[in-house]
């Protein structure tokens, strides 16, 4: 089954100590991203990946690392987590670049409801 | 900048009616629109994508339009169920910038029955 998973799923951790969550998808796509939702704002664009060793910043990267040494794994990394980081976070991955392909798609895993206290 | 609105944020209504969900952008340059479902808790779901030269995607009781240059769509069930609740969400995939999906808040949908 076509899917991208994410783990954990519920994490409570406090404030500074590092963790990772990771993104796996199983559809062979080039272009992976991580997003949070938070009430009143809306999903935003955290990092994003357009191919194995190429990343680049979305709108609200502070905080964050990511990595993508293998095409199939995008994990986001929070070194030192803060309490305005609790937030559902969303991993995404598609086939192509937007414009590319004509039947492009953005697949999303399950979340991760992350709590920093 | 591109900004996406769902009008309104909410809407509850009684079992089989058909319903119009819009959305608006404000920018045309767009290659795609994507409608989501959410349900609580869950993560997002694709129900349909129109990229920017079509009018038009259907998936059974779904129907979205898109109108790029006046920056609307539209998203149509027919027939309404309760297992239609959720929150639904648009996404433009804006042209240029960085890689990414722009999304509205979502609009809160309750069918009752």
């Known amino acids: 089954e076509a899917q991208v998973t994410q783990n954990p799923r519920y994490l409570i951790t406090v404030t500074g100590k590092k963790l990772t969550v990771t993104c796996s998808q199983n559809?062979?796509?080039?272009?992976m991203s991580w997003y949070r939702q938070d009430p009143g704002l809306g999903l935003r664009q955290i990092y994003y990946?357009?191919?194995?060793?190429?990343?680049d910043k979305g709108d609200v990267p502070e905080g964050y690392k990511v990595s993508r040494k293998e095409k199939r794994n995008f994990p986001l990394i929070l070194e030192s987590p803060s309490p305005n980081q609790t937030s559902l976070y969303f991993c995404?991955?598609?086939?192509?670049?937007?414009?590319?392909?004509?039947?492009?798609?953005?697949?999303f895993g399950p979340g991760t409801r992350l709590t920093v206290t | 900048k591109q900004e996406v609105t769902q009008i309104p944020a909410a809407l509850s209504v009684p079992e089989g009616e058909n319903l119009v969900l819009n959305c608006s952008f404000t920018?045309?340059?767009?290659?795609?629109l994507q409608w989501f479902r959410q349900d609580p808790g869950k993560g997002l779901t694709s129900l349909l994508l129109?990229?920017?030269?079509?009018r038009e995607q259907t998936s059974g009781r779904l129907n979205a339009s898109l109108d790029k240059s006046s920056g609307r769509s539209t998203l149509y069930i027919a027939a309404s169920q309760p297992g239609d609740s959720a929150t639904y969400l648009c996404?433009?995939?804006?042209?240029?910038?960085?890689?990414?999906?722009?999304f509205g808040k979502g609009m809160k949908l309750t069918v009752n029955p």
């Open positions: 920018d045309s340059a767009i290659y795609n």
């Open positions: 996404a433009v995939r804006p042209i240029g910038g960085s890689e990414k999906l722009v």
């Open positions: 990946s357009m191919n194995v060793e190429v990343t």
């Open positions: 995404a991955s598609s086939l192509t670049l937007p414009g590319l392909a004509v039947n492009y798609e953005q697949y």
């Open positions: 129109i990229q920017s030269s079509q």
């Open positions: 559809m062979n796509h080039e272009y």
